[in-house]
């Protein structure tokens, strides 16, 4: 799969390389957008800056399987539909890490525009949500989104821990090497708890709509897969 990415700072890049380093058979493409933008972007301001991204395509690129957006500036999101319209990738995904990045109107707003253009897209609240999705986003969500693990257990404690699919950010395999050798009661409040020290786009600002904020709903997605990987462990003992 041909994966672009276009991240507007150092948490984009750590993302950009987890990816890099965990789907070797993948071809990601990276590119940078600059931050400071304007709150308020004018049709003028949005072309120069699509033009300049496209600038540091690689000579004779062709249109992505998958465009993923890391934005950490709510005006860059103003670029996606001429970015779709321009590189015409297969399918793009927006993760919502931070509800002022991207809050529910103009999460609409671009959600329609995109539809428009015939580009299959998802805006996962947060990135470590993702399940599953139409066309390339699918095989993506297959290796990163919601984070699924297996555990294999010496009596009551947790001997190692295989990850199935990780979170974008790496948080996932940082808990996982974390959670060794901790108690089967403590490992999954554990986990929780070490996915949130661990730096990633979710933020501390509350969703309105779900009443709670990005980086406690990735905790809670870590906990339940330690909890589901723990049960299927004792049962299988």
């Given amino acids: 799969m041909d994966l672009l990415v276009i991240k507007q700072g150092w948490y984009g890049e750590r993302i950009a390389r987890h990816l890099r380093e ?17 709150r308020i972007l004018e049709d003028d301001d949005i072309a120069a800056l699509v033009a300049e991204l496209a600038r540091e395509l690689p000579p004779g690129a062709g249109s992505p399987d998958l465009l993923l957006f890391l934005a950490e500036e709510a005006s860059a999101c103003l670029l996606l539909p001429e970015l ?15 509800y002022r990045v991207v809050p529910r109107g103009l999460e609409r707003q671009l959600s329609a525009e995109l539809s428009e253009l015939g580009v299959p897209h998802v805006f996962p609240r ?43 950010c790496g948080s996932t395999h940082y808990m996982a ?61």
């Fill in 22 to 38: 965990r789907a070797p058979s993948w071809r990601v493409e990276v590119l940078s957008l600059r931050k400071g933008l304007p």
């Fill in 126 to 168: 947060p990135f470590c949500s993702l399940t599953g999705g139409p066309a390339s986003i699918g095989e993506f969500s297959r290796a990163f989104g919601m984070p699924e693990v297996a555990v294999e257990l010496d009596g009551d404690r947790i001997a190692r821990v295989t990850v199935k699919r990780g979170a974008p």
């Fill in 177 to 237: 090497m974390k959670i060794l050798g901790a108690s089967l009661e403590e490992a999954p409040r554990l986990a929780g708890l070490y996915v949130q020290t661990y730096p990633c786009l979710a933020s501390h600002v509350e969703d309105p709509l779900i009443g709670e904020d990005m980086i406690h709903v990735s905790a809670s997605l870590a906990k339940a897969a330690v909890e589901r990987a723990i049960r299927r462990a004792l049962a299988r003992a």
């Fill in 84 to 98: 779709a319209e321009k590189l015409e990738p297969g399918a793009l995904i927006c993760p919502v890490d931070d």
